[in-house]
């Protein structure tokens, strides 16, 4: 084989791998166990560390951003998600996890009932299904007290799924001493 067709046949493999590359997983590679929809996970066979499937796993995660003006699903949200759903893919059920989730300062909005959010921001609440789906999951979702009385809300105003915490602090400290891992986002 010449140089020439060398160079040929090398710019053809790198062709194809590229364009390999860019198609992407297969259609079946993701997969969104417990919660439909949001949050994909994929199990690799050879992934290290899995979580003990006998254990009860414990998260605190801290959801402090967040833009009311979006009309996509906040991306902490969706990273709770995800966690929950790498959790049951990996052989967790759901019954031993014990996720909580506080929501505060710039993420407020997310939390606001359907009647609420749209008065205030002119569309409809994109985070109340994935709220339905980590609630009916058992993930606890918490508001903190305090960013309330900042933003000007009641709690009359939150999804009914969401419960008012005294406040951010209180609750990261009452669950880092109770052994929950943090996860700030």
């Not at 759903?85 to 359907?114: K, Q, S, T, Y």
């Not at 959010?117 to 999951?137: C, M, S, V």
């Not at 400290?173 to 700030?184: E, S």
């Amino acid at each position: 084989m010449n140089l020439e067709h060398a160079l040929a046949l090398t710019l053809s493999l790198t062709s194809l791998a590229t364009a390999a590359a860019l198609a992407g997983p297969p259609a079946d590679f993701w997969s969104t166990p417990a919660i439909a929809g949001h949050g994909p996970v994929h199990l690799w066979p050879e992934a290290s560390l899995r979580p003990d499937a006998s254990a009860t796993h414990k998260a605190l995660f801290d959801v402090t951003k967040g833009d009311g003006a979006s009309t996509e699903v906040n991306p902490g949200l969706a990273k709770v998600a995800r966690a929950v759903n790498a959790f049951v893919v990996a052989g967790v059920p759901v019954e031993h996890l014990d996720i909580d989730v506080i929501v505060h300062g710039p993420a407020a909005p997310i939390v606001l009932g359907a009647a609420a959010y749209a008065e205030r921001f002119g569309h409809d609440n994109p985070n109340l299904a994935l709220l339905e789906q980590l609630t009916k999951a058992g993930v606890d979702v918490y508001v903190c007290g305090n960013t309330l009385g900042d933003r000007g809300y009641t709690p009359a105003l939150l999804d009914p799924r969401v419960q008012v915490a005294v406040s951010a602090v209180t609750t990261s400290i009452l669950r880092q001493n109770a052994g929950y891992a943090l996860i700030p986002l």
